[in-house]
């Protein structure tokens, strides 16, 4: 069974700062998922990367993939109280196989 | 695209009836699917997962006579709960993996509270 960490597990910080989540495993996943839910909400789907190395940017959302497709980090520039959420991060097998979440990142950004 | 429908969005039942929660994918088709649970202020806990067709694998410590998934068809699933409990009440969330994809899409959530 694949396993996915997380780290860290919460995070508070004030607005204006930058922080990054990290998403860990020892499996080589075929492409990993970030996605962010709010409370009272499903998570919703931020960015897929599929490629050992691949960098993708959303906003003042920064995610990258492992050289060796086992990790990911995400990082997030001058947080603000919007970005407060349940980061998940998710990897998936070929074709979709072994699909797991990670246990996610709560963050909480304080005005 | 990718919208995932899920109904209802929230209920209230009374110990030992039984409740269904329906998960529609709109615009697109999915062999998968998953179903979580959910309880406050903690991440996803997997209760099972269900290809079109098949019986659904239920994880260890989730009881199969008392959460049934029925999945049909490739864009419709449904959890029961059945003689619901108050432990049982907790945020409940479909999720599709599109077909010939990585990616997954979820349902609102349904919140279920038994009294």
């Known amino acids: 069974t694949q396993l996915l960490e997380q780290s860290p597990q919460f995070l508070s910080i004030q607005e204006g700062e930058n922080l990054t989540v990290y998403c860990n495993s020892s499996?080589?996943?075929?492409?990993l998922q970030w996605y962010r839910q709010e409370p009272g909400e499903g998570p919703v789907l931020l960015v897929t990367?599929?490629?050992?190395?691949e960098v993708k940017k959303l906003k003042r959302l920064t995610f990258q993939f492992g050289d060796a497709r086992k990790d990911s980090s995400l990082h997030i520039t001058a947080a603000q109280p919007g970005d407060t959420g349940l980061y998940l991060c998710?990897?998936?097998?070929?074709?979709?196989?072994?699909?797991?979440f990670g246990p996610g990142t709560r963050l909480s950004v304080l005005p | 695209g990718a919208v995932v429908s899920q109904h209802p969005s929230w209920v209230i039942c009374k110990s030992g009836t039984s409740v269904k929660i329906e998960c529609r994918s709109l615009?697109?088709?999915?062999?998968?699917m998953f179903w979580y649970r959910q309880f406050p202020k903690q991440s996803l806990m997997l209760m099972a997962t269900?290809?079109?067709?098949?019986?659904?694998?239920?994880e260890q410590g989730v009881e199969k006579d008392k959460f049934l998934i029925n999945h049909a068809s490739l864009t419709l699933s449904t959890l029961t709960v059945t003689s619901a409990h108050p432990e049982d009440s907790s945020f409940y969330i479909c999720?599709?993996?599109?077909?010939?994809?990585?990616?997954?899409?979820f349902g609102q959530g349904t919140r279920l509270t038994v009294v």
């Open positions: 998710a990897g998936a097998g070929n074709y979709g196989q072994n699909f797991v």
């Open positions: 499996s080589v996943f075929s492409s």
């Open positions: 990367v599929v490629t050992g190395g």
């Open positions: 615009d697109f088709q999915a062999t998968t």
């Open positions: 269900s290809n079109e067709g098949s019986k659904a694998t239920y």
């Open positions: 999720t599709y993996l599109k077909t010939g994809t990585t990616e997954a899409f």
